[in-house]
């Protein structure tokens, strides 16, 4: 049986706040007003476990937060009794974040320690891509989702998103860092699209080996100069 969805310490409307990154202290100042703006003694209790949801960027870009903020954010969180934690989980898709010791070299490759963030950086669906699942309500095409477990174990948890291009959506941001990047892979599948499997024209392969380096279900194989496609793998 699945378990009840934690209840909810948030209102259900809304509230959007801004603060200027420049001036004395820029950004800092500013991660520290909405800080102390959005979180009340109701929100963190002495000794919450606080998950600051992430990205900590994948291999060759430069597109993620700065350390320093994170650490910013995990003294404040550290100030107000809770224990915080910075956390992303496992990809799909196989490049320098599909394992977990890949994926904490990349971290640790753009700056993401607990000496510089100032908190533990954990994968939270560790190893095997493991969790909880849950059931979504009023979903639209998941009746549930599976949520990586060190975020699901979370008392409370931080989305600190950074605004990036995606082929489809095409902007993402705060609902994509949560809703794909807080679950595990066997829900990430599912939201890719249950029953999808490219069409491999192998008359078109030009041997560039991409398929090979990034299929995670290894359902390409290099057999002499050709590459095979095991439909049933995908």
């Known amino acids: 049986a699945m378990p009840t969805p934690k ?17 004395r202290g820029g950004p800092y100042r500013a991660i520290e007003a909405l800080f102390r703006k959005v979180v009340t003694e109701d929100t963190i209790a002495k000794g919450d476990y606080v998950a600051i949801k992430l990205h900590f960027g994948e291999e060759e870009n430069v597109r993620y937060i700065r350390p320093t903020f994170i650490r910013c954010l995990a003294d404040l969180v550290k100030e107000s009794g809770g224990h915080p934690f910075a956390t992303d989980t496992l990809t799909l898709y196989k490049r320098k974040r599909h394992t977990l010791f890949d994926h904490l070299d990349t971290a640790a490759k753009h700056g993401f320690t607990r000496e510089t963030v100032g908190c533990a950086v954990l ?15 009023h979903g639209l095409e998941l009746d549930s ?3 990586a477990q060190a975020i699901y174990d979370a008392d409370v948890l931080i989305n600190v998103a ?6 489809e959506i095409p902007l993402a941001a705060a ?5 794909m990047g807080g679950v595990t892979r066997q829900t990430k599948l599912r939201c890719h699209g249950t029953g999808v499997h ?20 290894d359902a390409f194989t290099l057999k002499g100069r050709k590459i095979q496609f095991d439909e049933s793998l995908c």
């Open 7 to 23: 209840p909810s310490r948030t209102p259900k409307t809304s509230i959007v706040y801004f603060a200027p990154a420049t001036g």
């Open 145 to 147: 989702c599976v949520v």
């Open 198 to 217: 490219p069409n491999f024209d192998s008359s078109r392969c030009v041997l560039c080996g991409h398929c090979l380096r990034m299929c995670a279900g």
């Open 175 to 179: 609902m994509k860092n949560i809703g």
């Open 162 to 167: 950074h605004l990036t291009l995606h082929d």
């Open 123 to 137: 994968i939270a669906d560790g190893l095997r891509s493991s969790g909880v699942e849950v059931p979504v309500p």
